[in-house]
């Protein structure tokens, strides 16, 4: 496998750094959500095409992982929804401080569902709820009482209908169109990926582009290529909607916009993993409500004027109240260091 940096000028054997990062994004563990969130900042020497390559090996993992779309992983959103009223926010005296707490959460969970079409339709959850066999049950009453409703998995027909009471509605990601599984296998080998996953949604991983937009970011992904039987650019590999030259609008990957006040390119559904290339994209995710809960894999490169510098330490400095900070060290990428961000949870 050969790689380009330069749109295909020149051209190397795919190098040691390649490798790791690809590899990081393909092993990291996912959470559904809940607490217990990770951020792992990587100290780049240069800019370099690393969240790209990151955001490429969680896709494959997403692949092959017969549980990655959004049917399930709304049910798994749901499944934790109803675990946090149960078992933290239904007893809790602090209405709500998380801060102060030292939960691990970073909003309350009101035990209430909501019917996206019918506004005055709600469930509420119930005790009889099996978190071991994954069974969710509700009740047409906040005491308890009325019609129940049992859902034991994901095929609910009624799935989508429903939402938490302190989110939004659930939006769909397009799932037109199909990646070819050969363009990934050429770079990964062979890989046992999920046959529906290769034409289903997926909206809950996101990569968070640099401060420049998109447009800036796709361009710089489609100068990174891979040259194996076929030649694909990193662009064309991250399915993000609109990036695969408009071939196909399947979308498994989020782009989240860090430029202003922060945007997502269309629906986003409780993200699990967030890819932030660059030091603005991080800031801008940890401001970004929706992304509150999921665990963040940084490429910082330190290219930027002193200022700059300062001021992204004086970010991380700022995290110590809510986080414990673990030194790494040195990386498996000469000239990176990692540092690693994880939340308290109070036991």
């Not at 330069?6 to 607490?35: C, H, I």
């Not at 071939?247 to 559904?269: D, Q």
């Amino acid at each position: 496998m050969e790689i380009s940096e330069d749109s295909g000028q020149t051209w190397r054997e795919m190098p040691a750094w390649v490798s790791y990062f690809l590899d990081l994004g393909l092993k990291w563990p996912r959470r559904n959500s809940g607490p217990g969130r990770t951020m792992r900042i990587i100290s780049t020497p240069t800019k370099t095409h690393a969240a790209g390559l990151v955001a490429l090996g969680a896709v494959s993992a997403d692949l092959a992982n017969p549980t990655a779309n959004d049917r399930n992983r709304h049910y798994d959103t749901l499944l934790s929804y109803a675990r946090q009223h149960l078992h933290a926010c239904k007893a809790c005296k602090l209405r709500c401080r998380p801060d102060i707490r030292k939960c691990g959460y970073t909003s309350e969970a009101s035990g209430i569902l909501r019917h996206k079409d019918r506004p005055l339709a709600k469930l509420f959850v119930s005790s009889a709820t099996d978190f071991q066999v994954k069974k969710l049950c509700f009740s047409a009453k906040a005491d308890g009482s009325g019609a129940k409703t049992t859902v034991e998995g994901p095929e609910w027909p009624h799935i989508f209908d429903y939402y938490e009471s302190e989110g939004i509605p659930l939006s769909l990601g397009r799932s037109a169109g199909r990646v070819d599984k050969d363009d990934y296998e050429q770079i990964f080998g062979s890989i046992n990926f999920c046959e529906a996953n290769l034409s289903t949604s997926y909206s809950s991983l996101c990569f968070a582009g640099g401060a420049s937009g998109q447009t800036a970011s796709q361009n710089e992904m489609s100068s990174f290529i891979f040259k194996g039987k076929k030649s694909k650019s990193l662009a064309n590999l991250l399915p993000i909607y609109g990036w695969d030259d408009g071939a196909t609008e399947l979308s498994r990957l989020i782009y989240y916009n860090s430029r202003g006040k922060g945007t997502f390119a269309h629906a986003a559904n409780s993200p699990n993993l967030v890819i932030a290339d660059g030091m603005d994209a991080f800031a801008s995710v940890l401001s970004e409500k929706k992304l509150k809960s999921a665990d963040v894999i940084a490429l910082v490169s330190r290219i930027h004027e002193r200022d700059k510098m300062e001021e992204f330490g004086a970010l991380l400095e700022g995290q110590s109240q809510w986080y414990d900070r673990h030194e790494l060290g040195s990386s498996g990428v000469p000239g990176c260091f990692e540092i690693e961000l994880r939340k308290r949870v109070a036991s």
